[in-house]
C-alpha cells in the first residue's frame, strides 16, 4: 500500500521560506506512470493546488504561486519537496503531498497533511 | 483568471437525490478537463471518488456517479446515507498542464 508522509517545520515567519519534503514508502517515486504534488488547504476553505513534479523533475505550478514555488525530486530517498519563498499569513494552511496519475489527471493517493503556520 | 465554480452549500434528506455541480468561469466543462470529485471529512485528507468524468474509485458505493450535465461537470448521490454529509471538491485539469480545484460544496444530509 502506498504511504506519503510530509514533514517540515511546524512553524514559518513572515517573509522566510516554507520548506516541506513528501517521503514516499511502499511504492517507487521512479515511474512514468505518475507525477508527485502538492495541495494546500488554508483553515476552513477550499484545496489550491501548488504544483506536480515527474521523477526526472519536469514540473508545473499554479500560475499564481509560481513566482514562490520550487520544487524538487530525490529518487535516491524517494522523497519530493517543496520549497514556497516569501511567506505570509495567507500561506497559513495545511499542506498535503499527493501521487498525481499522469493518464487520468488526479490525485489517487494522499498524505495526511501538515498544518504550517505564518507566524512571527 | 480561469475560476472553477461549485454551489458553496447544498442540503439532501436521507435518501434522496442530490447533484452538484462544477462549472468554468469562462466556457464549458468537457471530458477533456478530466472532472475529479474528492470527499473530505473535517480534518482527514480528500478521498478521490470520481475521476475522468465518471469513473468511480476503488471501493466508492454505486450512490455516487458522475457525468457532464450542460455545461457543467456533475456528482449525483442517489440515496444520500449520513455518512455522506461532507464536503465536496472538484477539480478540473486544463491543457497547460495546471489544475483547478472548486471552491468546495459542504453538503447536509437532514
Known amino acids: 500500500q502506498l504511504q506519503l508522509q510530509e514533514s517540515g517545520p511546524g512553524l514559518v515567519k513572515p517573509s522566510e521560506t516554507l520548506s516541506l519534503t513528501c517521503t514516499v514508502s511502499?511504492?517507487?517515486?521512479?515511474?512514468?506512470?505518475?507525477?508527485w504534488g502538492w495541495i494546500r488547504q488554508p483553515p476552513g476553505k477550499g484545496l489550491e493546488w501548488i504544483g506536480s513534479?515527474?521523477?526526472?523533475?519536469?514540473?508545473y505550478y499554479n500560475p499564481s504561486l509560481k513566482s514562490r514555488t520550487t520544487m524538487s525530486v530525490d529518487t535516491s530517498k524517494n522523497q519530493f519537496s517543496l520549497k514556497l519563498s516569501s511567506v505570509t499569513a495567507e500561506d497559513t494552511a495545511v499542506y498535503y503531498c499527493?501521487?498525481?496519475?499522469?493518464?487520468?489527471?488526479?490525485?489517487?493517493?494522499w498524505g495526511q497533511g501538515t498544518l504550517v503556520p505564518v507566524s512571527s | 483568471q480561469t475560476v472553477v465554480t461549485q454551489e458553496p452549500s447544498f442540503s439532501v434528506p436521507p435518501g434522496g437525490t442530490v447533484t452538484l455541480t462544477c462549472g468554468l468561469s469562462s466556457g464549458s466543462v468537457s471530458t477533456g478537463h478530466y472532472p475529479t470529485w474528492y470527499q473530505q471529512t473535517p480534518g482527514r485528507a480528500p478521498r478521490t471518488l470520481i475521476y475522468g468524468t465518471n469513473i468511480r474509485s476503488s471501493g466508492v458505493p454505486a450512490r455516487f456517479s458522475g457525468s457532464i450535465l450542460g455545461n457543467k461537470a456533475a456528482l449525483t448521490i442517489t440515496g444520500a446515507q449520513a455518512d455522506d454529509e461532507s464536503n465536496y471538491h472538484c477539480?478540473?485539469?486544463?491543457?497547460?498542464?495546471?489544475?483547478?480545484f472548486g471552491g468546495g460544496t459542504r453538503l447536509t444530509v437532514l
Open positions: 499527493a501521487r498525481h496519475v499522469v493518464f487520468w489527471f488526479y490525485f489517487d493517493y
Open positions: 513534479i515527474s521523477y526526472s523533475g519536469r514540473t
Open positions: 511502499g511504492g517507487s517515486i521512479t515511474s512514468s506512470s505518475y507525477y
Open positions: 477539480v478540473l485539469y486544463m491543457r497547460s498542464g495546471i489544475s483547478i
